[in-house]
């Protein structure tokens, strides 16, 4: 517990020494951001580096960028870690990405815990490997009733495979006579998601300039406000993380309605 109030003054302190942090209206913070972590191989080979240095230093942005949610007390914060796309790629990238999942939570878990995180994984995660599936599952059972920011992780994740497990799953309710089809609505679909329980997302931030939502969260962003920056994932800062959350608290949301909200 006291290592729980060090470790939440700690990084309040580091992101209070960021000017920025002072003039970010805390009362109209997103709910539920979301960010598509991309440009990592690019950022690499333009230092003449491996890919995969991309992908490690990718890492260490996603450390600042936790730390800096936590200092803010955002209530969701959902990364987009490896889509069910992303297979494609060179097996021994493939196999450098999931090696890299398996340090962090071997690395970072017990911090995490400290600092109040809960963690959670949303995608095909049965389809990982065992061990990779065992450390997934003891990490989110040991966060399980931490209070601070909900950290989701999207790995082997598409928002259209997400969909359609949704339909499926709720086809089969109606077929065994639990729920009626007229009674199927926006709530009953949402609690059919991986991401039942949680807000919808306010804040989209996309990093490396492409202007795409590449199959991340679909259902979920409808009503999203969206930021991208030409910034490659590891050089994005805790700075650039709180110009994107002090514009979105600028904007004015209508939701389709008429009334700025
Ligand atoms: C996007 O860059 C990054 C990925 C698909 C890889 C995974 C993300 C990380 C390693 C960050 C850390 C995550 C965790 C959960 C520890 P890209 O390879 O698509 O870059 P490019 O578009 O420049 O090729």
């Not at 878990?109 to 997934?136: A, C, T, Y």
């Not at 928002?159 to 007229?182: L, P, S, W």
């Not at 997302?201 to 991340?216: A, K, Y």
Request: with cysteine; aromatic share 10%.
């Amino acid at each position: 517990m006291l290592k729980r109030l060090f470790g939440a003054a700690a990084v309040k302190k580091e992101a209070e020494a960021y000017p920025i942090y002072n003039e970010l209206d805390r009362t109209r913070l997103p709910r539920h951001t979301a960010i598509i972590m991309d440009g990592n191989g690019r950022w690499a080979q333009r230092q003449g580096l491996l890919r995969t240095a991309g992908h490690k230093a990718g890492v260490d942005t996603l450390k600042r960028v936790l730390k800096t949610a936590i200092a803010l007390d955002l209530e969701v914060l959902t990364v987009y870690a490896f889509s069910t796309e992303n297979w494609k790629r060179p097996h021994t990238e493939v196999d450098f990405i999931m090696k890299l999942f398996s340090e962090y939570l071997d690395k970072e878990v017990r911090e995490m815990n400290d600092d109040g995180v809960q963690i959670h994984f949303i995608g095909r995660i049965w389809e990982l490997s065992p061990l990779l599936q065992k450390k997934i599952h003891e990490a989110e059972d040991l966060m399980k009733d931490n209070t601070g920011v909900k950290f989701i992780v999207a790995v082997n994740y598409g928002g259209q495979d997400e969909m359609t497990r949704a339909v499926q799953n709720i086809a089969k309710r109606v077929k065994d006579g639990e729920i009626d089809v007229d009674s199927i609505n926006n709530e009953v679909i949402e609690s059919s998601l991986d991401t039942a329980g949680l807000p919808p997302v306010d804040f989209m931030i996309r990093t490396s300039g492409d202007l795409r939502l590449s199959n991340f969260l679909l259902w979920q962003a409808a009503y999203a406000e969206f930021w991208f920056t030409d910034v490659n994932w590891p050089d994005f800062s805790p700075q650039h993380f709180m110009e994107a959350l002090c514009d979105f608290t600028k904007r004015k949301r209508r939701f389709g309605g008429l009334k700025n909200e």
